[in-house]
């Protein structure tokens, strides 16, 4: 195997191990729980089935009935938000009407309405290389909080302080999360009050969901895939070509919402296995989308769509805002290229909603 390979090879795992943190720093049993079983692609546990397998995790958004306003999921954070007004992750024409209404408003000409929102943030926060400039330390986390306020702005349309927005909506996923885990839950004291205090910075309660989906995955993602960006060595390979296709596989590896918490609404059968209403199911994304192919060895940019689009669910229940996602994170790629940055501190978030860091520090590295 050439040096060259080798070396990637090497810079990979390293990029691995640290990401593995996240998780494990965050949520070490529940974590141990799905890396001790992730060989099996569905694993029953109780009323619990743990999803690993991508065909598994597929057929369960396309074909099995889930009740998505359930304790527990998604679409019961999303009710609980929202004081059960409009959700966009529930089932019948309502669910239909509402993920048309979003889609809209995540199309071509709204990214390109959007975009230059957090383009000006990039701006400002990662000025252009000049020669010498080794002295720019950038906390990354800081910088996609500051992202993530100014997007979920621009798609709810709040003219309030983005810090604060951001702010508002970290903490309201924190308290909803708590459902969203297997096994033991309990409702925080908090949860009503801050999702309160978020309903009051928006235009309409409805919007809720819409701020918490844009903050906390952009917050979780995008510092976790520049980790792995500058672990991985991979500065050199991101230009204006090639910087979208890397954002997309960056995702599918980092996984940044890495469990799907739904609930079956009918007795049904999932990879041989028997399914009963009410069963908690719980899609491993991480695993389902590391399952696809790995790209050829020495081009980690050449991805298949399947393989990247995993992380973003699939069928009528993918994530409407996935081409936001890979846009906003192949913008910063592009900032922060010319920099060439190393990691130089990184302390895991343990009460985030989502595995992320609390705090991601990066050094210009050598041009």
Same mark, same amino acid.
């Given at each position: 195997m050439p040096p060259d390979v080798v070396s990637l090879a090497a810079r990979s795992r390293r990029a691995r191990r640290r990401d593995r943190r996240v998780y494990t720093h965050s949520h070490p049993l529940l974590f141990a729980l799905l890396a001790a079983t992730r060989r099996r692609p569905v694993v029953r =546990?109780?009323?619990? #089935?743990?999803?690993?397998?991508?065909?598994?995790?597929?057929?369960?958004?396309?074909? $099995?009935?889930?009740? !998505?306003?359930?304790?527990?999921?998604?679409?019961?954070?999303?009710?609980?938000?929202?004081?059960?007004?409009?959700?966009?992750?529930?089932?019948?024409?309502?669910?239909?009407?509402?993920?048309?209404? =979003?889609?809209?408003? #995540?199309?071509?000409?709204?990214?390109?309405?959007?975009?230059?929102?957090?383009?000006? $943030?990039?701006?400002? !926060?990662?000025?252009?290389?000049?020669?010498?400039?080794?002295?720019?330390?950038i906390e990354l986390v800081a910088l996609a909080r500051e992202l993530a306020g100014v997007t979920a702005a621009a798609l709810t349309g709040a003219t309030g302080c983005p810090h604060r927005l951001a702010h508002a909506a970290a903490e309201a996923a924190a308290h909803a999360a708590r459902d969203h885990l297997p096994g033991l839950r309990r409702r925080g004291q908090g949860a009503a009050a801050a999702a309160a205090r978020l309903t009051a910075l928006l235009p309409g309660p409805c919007d809720a969901m819409v701020a918490v989906a844009a903050v906390n995955t952009t917050v979780a993602a995008v510092p976790r895939a520049v980790a792995w960006c500058a672990d991985a060595g991979l500065w050199p390979a991101v230009n204006e070509t090639t910087a979208p296709r890397l954002a997309a596989e960056l995702l599918r590896l980092t996984a940044p919402t890495p469990l799907l918490p739904r609930v079956a609404a009918a007795d049904t059968t999932l990879a041989g296995h028997p399914v009963r209403a009410g069963n908690r199911l719980i899609l491993v994304a991480r695993h389902a989308a590391r399952a696809h192919r790995r790209p050829p060895a020495g081009d980690p940019t050449a991805v298949s769509r399947d393989a990247t689009q995993a992380v973003f669910g699939a069928g009528p229940h993918a994530c409407p805002g996935a081409g936001l996602a890979r846009t906003q994170l192949a913008d910063v790629l592009l900032a922060l290229a010319p920099h060439q940055p190393v990691v130089t501190r990184a302390r895991v978030d343990r009460r985030s909603a989502l595995p992320g860091y609390a705090e991601l520090t990066l050094r210009p590295g050598r041009p």
């Open positions: =546990l109780g009323r619990t #089935l743990l999803v690993h397998g991508t065909e598994a995790y597929h057929e369960t958004l396309t074909r $099995v009935p889930l009740d !998505r306003t359930a304790s527990g999921t998604t679409g019961g954070a999303a009710a609980e938000l929202t004081a059960g007004d409009v959700l966009f992750d529930q089932d019948g024409a309502e669910h239909r009407t509402a993920r048309r209404a =979003l889609s809209a408003g #995540l199309n071509t000409a709204a990214l390109q309405r959007i975009r230059p929102h957090w383009q000006a $943030v990039l701006t400002e !926060r990662i000025p252009e290389r000049a020669d010498g400039d080794i002295d720019l330390d």
